[in-house]
């Protein structure tokens, strides 16, 4: 993969992540210079392996926040992406929970050149790359979405939240919105449903909106045809993330045109 976003993963719930009825292994972003892994989850590097990606690449690992959808595999990626220490190397951002609750070992800690513990609201340089953290409201206090600032496009990054018009408006002006939609209706879970992904939407206006991070309701009602619908209210491309679909920031437009329902499933053109 010589750039774009790549899901790993689309799984969003246990009941999903449990049966393996999404995978889990987070989402990579590949600038020509850099590589960003966001949230590892299960199964991190079977799927980097399955589809190209050389996690000693890695730049930086963006953990959102602790829950083991998001994290589970951080350990495992920083040993493969260091042999294990005789290599340290690579960046990690994150909020306080990771380290609080130790979700990254002393051991594994110490692979890495830097651990960076931050706050919502917050820019980071990499290389040419810039990272805002943006505010999110979930069961983990310290979970944060990220902006991603390249030369040629902005990729923003919702994680797990629930809605609110301030997180919505962090997102305007992005070029690319990953939306961690995870239910189908209202929920007591603080987490986005399809009605709030469309306020979203709405607000931040981005060129092109990506769900991912599914329940099972939203599976059994086809994450396809959601947003197909979404696109046609909200006049804005809108396209569900499928486990393994690769995206170029730059061109995407004339490839991602969602024409036909079954322009994203398994073995489909």
Do not use: W
């Amino acid at each position: 993969m010589k750039s774009g976003i790549l899901f790993l993963g689309t799984s969003g719930e246990i009941s999903v992540t449990g049966k393996q009825l999404r995978n889990s292994g987070g989402i990579i972003l590949k600038t020509k210079d850099c590589q960003f892994l966001i949230d590892p989850g299960p199964g991190t590097l079977n799927k980097a392996a399955e589809y190209g990606i050389n996690l000693r690449e890695n730049t930086a690992i963006l953990l959102s926040h602790s829950h083991m959808n998001h994290c589970n595999d951080i350990n495992a990626v920083i040993a493969a992406m260091t042999h294990n220490g005789l290599d340290p190397k690579g960046v990690i951002i994150t909020g306080p929970s990771i380290t609080e609750q130790n979700i990254i070992t002393q051991f594994h800690q110490k692979c890495i050149e830097r651990l960076i513990v931050t706050q919502p609201d917050k820019k980071i340089g990499i290389e040419n790359i810039e990272i805002q953290t943006t505010k999110a409201d979930h069961d983990d206090p310290h979970t944060m979405g990220f902006k991603i600032y390249s030369s040629k496009f902005l990729v923003g990054y919702t994680s797990d939240t629930k809605y609110s018009k301030e997180i919505a408006e962090q997102y305007k002006k992005t070029d690319i919105l990953i939306i961690n939609c995870v239910h189908l209706d209202k929920t007591k879970q603080k987490q986005l449903t399809v009605d709030d992904a469309v306020k979203i939407i709405q607000i931040a206006k981005p060129k092109l909106a990506i769900l991912t991070h599914f329940s099972k309701k939203i599976l059994a009602s086809e994450p396809i045809y959601i947003a197909r619908e979404m696109q046609k209210q909200l006049k804005t491309q809108v396209i569900a993330a499928e486990d393994g679909m690769h995206i170029d920031p730059v061109s995407y437009s004339a490839q991602l045109q969602q024409k036909t329902l079954n322009l994203y499933r398994k073995g489909k053109n």
